[in-house]
């Protein structure tokens, strides 16, 4: 997942794994049962004041590869059912809190590997210590295919991509996540981001940096982003999610759902 931290310090080697302290207060479970009591917000209709421009495949940045509308609706409805089965106990869905003490606005459910705030291990140590979901075989199929989709077939990142840690991020309305590093990780190989339900501004700064210039990024509902070579290490967030903007039917609580899968380098 990456520093989330607040005192604005930068790494002086972005590609430096490195493992921070935690929370001795834990995180907060989430029953999955009790979103779906929210209510909802309005639905938004994004209106354009002119024609849409394509939404073709985009290296953004170096590295850095968007590819709008990836998943069609089946395949969305498929990963959103299989979230909700991830997110029950044990090892479920919880609010993370950073070592400061305050807990996240976004809720989190992990897989293959458990990540808190700034440390992977083998169990839910922020919540109730149980294994964590092993990484689903679905999961790690569409990992591989979207790094094949961003680099090609025959490139290292390819050869080289053993997903084996999932970070799946619910971001209930007004929820959103600062501008951070994804640090932890020995491994320099890619980093993979499914973006599901609400359309959201995924914003990136830099690999020595999190302030300005910004690259911003729109992610709906089905859409990929791929970030690795020398921006593996970028910092960033997601500043805004655009309430109800979500296709109907997926079965997803209010909000925006992230699957981010990466090859740790752990044993």
């Given at each position: 997942m990456g520093s989330l931290r607040d005192d604005g310090d930068l790494l002086a080697d972005p590609w430096?794994?490195?493992?921070?302290?935690?929370?001795?207060?834990?995180?907060?479970?989430?029953?999955?049962?009790?979103?779906?009591?929210?209510?909802?917000?309005?639905?938004?209709?994004?209106?354009?004041?002119?024609?849409?421009?394509?939404?073709?495949?985009?290296?953004?940045?170096?590295?850095?590869?968007?590819?709008?509308?990836?998943?069609?609706?089946?395949?969305?409805?498929?990963?959103?059912?299989?979230?909700?089965?991830?997110?029950?106990?044990?090892?479920?869905?919880?609010?993370?809190?950073?070592?400061?003490?305050?807990?996240?606005?976004?809720?989190?459910?992990?897989?293959?590997?458990?990540?808190?705030?700034y440390a992977y291990s083998r169990t839910a140590d922020d919540t109730d210590g149980a294994p964590v979901t092993p990484m689903p075989a679905s999961v790690d199929a569409l990992a591989r295919r979207a790094v094949v989709e961003a680099y090609g077939p025959d490139s290292p990142e390819t050869h080289g991509y053993e997903p084996d840690a999932g970070i799946v991020n619910l971001y209930p309305p007004g929820a959103h996540l600062g501008l951070h590093q994804d640090g932890e990780e020995p491994a320099t190989t890619p980093v993979v981001t499914i973006s599901l339900g609400d359309t959201c501004t995924f914003r990136m700064a830099g690999v020595d940096r999190r302030t300005a210039p910004f690259t911003d990024v729109e992610l709906r509902s089905g859409d990929l982003l791929v970030f690795g070579r020398e921006n593996r290490r970028i910092f960033h967030g997601v500043p805004k999610v655009l309430d109800a903007t979500a296709p109907e039917g997926l079965g997803l609580p209010p909000g925006r759902l992230s699957i981010t899968v990466r090859h740790t380098g752990f044993t």
């Open positions: 430096t794994p490195r493992r921070g302290a935690t929370s001795r207060l834990g995180g907060v479970p989430v029953d999955i049962d009790s979103l779906e009591a929210a209510v909802a917000p309005a639905r938004q209709m994004l209106l354009l004041d002119e024609p849409e421009p394509s939404r073709a495949t985009t290296e953004v940045l170096p590295g850095v590869v968007h590819v709008p509308d990836w998943l069609d609706d089946a395949a969305q409805r498929s990963l959103v059912a299989e979230f909700r089965q991830w997110a029950r106990p044990p090892a479920g869905l919880r609010h993370p809190r950073v070592p400061a003490g305050h807990v996240m606005s976004t809720m989190a459910v992990c897989l293959g590997w458990h990540w808190s705030p």
